[in-house]
């Protein structure tokens, strides 16, 4: 059989969030905020934080979520050719997370890296991962995305830290000789002329000349919320449309769109503009907040567990994070 004629499906998937909830109303006790104002202009009003004194990282986050995965797949670390995960808030830069989480759970000798495209990383790990099992080379990958926002979140600024929220969400994709599934069309976009709209400075240096600096701000996520928000409401529904229309998927055969959980009201403006019902378009920012690279496969793994999506279904992914990148997988399930 040649490369060609390989689908690939998603045998399974998982999720882990940390065990210590924050809520709104834990919120205004640590800032000028309340629960009117984060709901109205977020959507959130619940998200989970890591506690390191319980061992809770972007690791042990990642470990739990792919080792559901494998559990509910039926399938053996060692059985894994590659693990994948999407992150821009890795414990360290070096090991990558990808190594030391197939480390933890016996994935040896897959190979492993990271992949880092902030909030878009889960869908361009989706566009990876298919293309790299359809040519042949791999026949099972383990793709996880995860962040844990709340540890570059400026408690201070309420306009960026009510939204954070960690979490992870995995899922195992494995080559089959179904060639109709798998993912349709792809697409992965960036714009490096607007990074300044979305980052987390390391340096002074690393701040954008029109910023009022201080040094409080290291190592914290910085948001032009105006921009992003203007942003993501043009290319969400632009990459959508692309995306049906080069796949050649009418609107209606589309069973869910899974869209990245960046905001409520830029996920709202998306469903409207794209006339899509409610029912499929997923939400879920109430409760988790913005987890970045973890938001798609949370929403993933839950909507399988609901039984909302289903093997032939079509689905439609879609995200948009720092870089600024965006990108598109449609997949026939």
Not at 46 to 62: A, F, H, I, Q
Not at 97 to 115: E, M, N, Q, Y
Not at 249 to 273: F, G, L, P, W, Y
């Amino acid at each position: 059989m040649s490369a060609g004629q390989f689908g690939v499906e998603i045998l399974s998937t998982g999720m882990a969030v940390p065990s210590t909830a924050l809520t709104n109303a834990d919120l205004e006790k640590m800032m000028d905020t309340s629960d009117e104002w984060i709901v109205q202009r977020t959507g959130v009003k619940t998200r989970y934080r890591s506690d390191p004194k319980l061992g809770e990282d972007v690791t042990s986050l990642c470990e739990a979520a792919v080792r559901q995965a494998l559990d509910r797949a039926g399938v053996a670390a060692r059985e894994l050719d590659l693990l994948i995960v999407a992150t821009c808030t890795p414990d360290m830069t070096c090991p990558s997370t990808a190594s030391r989480v197939a480390g933890r759970i016996g994935a040896v000798p897959a190979g492993s890296f990271d992949l880092t495209a902030a909030c878009s990383g889960f869908v361009y790990g989706l566009n990876v991962s298919d293309s790299l099992i359809r040519q042949g080379g791999y026949r099972t990958i383990a793709l996880i995305g995860a962040d844990s926002l709340t540890r570059v979140a400026d408690y201070t600024n309420r306009k960026v830290s009510v939204l954070s929220g960690d979490g992870a969400g995995a899922a195992i994709l494995r080559r089959t000789d179904d060639a109709s599934r798998g993912c349709l069309f792809q697409s992965m976009y960036s714009d490096g002329t607007l990074w300044d709209y979305l980052y987390i400075p390391m340096r002074e240096e690393h701040a954008p000349p029109d910023v009022d600096w201080n040094e409080t701000k290291l190592e914290y996520l910085q948001m032009k919320g105006r921009e992003v928000f203007k942003f993501a409401v043009t290319k969400f529904p632009e990459a959508l449309e692309e995306a049906l229309k080069k796949s050649g998927v009418a609107m209606d055969d589309v069973a869910m769109i899974i869209a990245h959980q960046s905001n409520a009201r830029i996920i709202e403006a998306t469903r409207k503009r794209l006339a899509m019902p409610e029912d499929r378009f997923y939400v879920n920012i109430d409760r988790y907040g913005n987890t970045s690279a973890g938001s798609v496969p949370i929403c993933l793994h839950e909507l399988r567990d609901a039984g909302r999506v289903r093997a032939g279904d079509v689905v439609a992914f879609v995200a948009m994070g720092g870089g600024m990148t965006w990108g598109t997988s449609i997949w026939r399930l």
